[in-house]
């Protein structure tokens, strides 16, 4: 390397990135990347619930309870029984991520992809879970969804539509090994 170079790469090290991603970014992409985890055909959602001090305590998506084989309880959104659909089997991810938080989750935030219904609001107001970030409110109309917001509104919990500050985030494996393998 010419002793140009050398100081170019001395220069650089001295200040830090300034492309960081912020932590709303952070959070919800570890919240989008839990939901890759599901099985469900039709709709898969993740969860992080992160600590005042922006620790993760919790991460979730939506599934069968442990010990329920994903092969033999329905998936499906509609039957002529509500016993042949998911709906009365899955666990939702914002309950996946409070019970797989290690850690009191009282004073926490939850970003989540999709709006929680009430169900999962009744979880996290009883949890003491202070403010829910979330990506999408397509069921903003339903009538879940609106008694969540209202369950939600009366115990003081925020409730605030996640706007990203990047665009974008590729994982790129491949490439990800070879700036590793530079260092």
């Excluded at 898969?44 to 619930?49: E, K, L, R, S, T």
């Excluded at 998911?86 to 009282?106: G, W």
Aim: glycine share 8%.
């Amino acid at each position: 390397m010419s002793g140009d170079a050398r100081r170019r790469d001395t220069s650089i090290m001295k200040t830090k990135r300034e492309d960081y991603i912020s932590w709303a970014d952070y959070f919800m992409g570890i919240a989008i990347l839990s939901a890759y985890r599901s099985k469900d055909p039709s709709s898969q959602v993740g969860a992080c619930i992160v600590n005042p001090d922006n620790k993760i305590v919790g991460i979730g998506y939506n599934g069968f309870p442990i010990g329920c084989g994903d092969d033999e309880l329905p998936w499906a959104r509609e039957a002529d029984s509500s016993l042949d659909t998911k709906y009365p089997y899955v666990c939702h991810a914002e309950l996946n991520a409070i019970m797989n938080s290690p850690s009191d989750v009282r004073g926490c935030r939850i970003y989540v992809t999709l709006f929680p219904c009430n169900e999962c609001a009744k979880l996290i107001i009883q949890s003491g879970i202070e403010r829910v970030i979330y990506l999408s409110d397509k069921y903003h109309a339903s009538e879940s969804a609106q008694a969540s917001r209202r369950l939600l509104a009366m115990a003081g919990v925020d409730t605030i539509p996640f706007k990203a500050g990047v665009e974008r985030m590729v994982i790129d494996f491949g490439r990800e090994a070879r700036q590793v393998s530079n260092i």
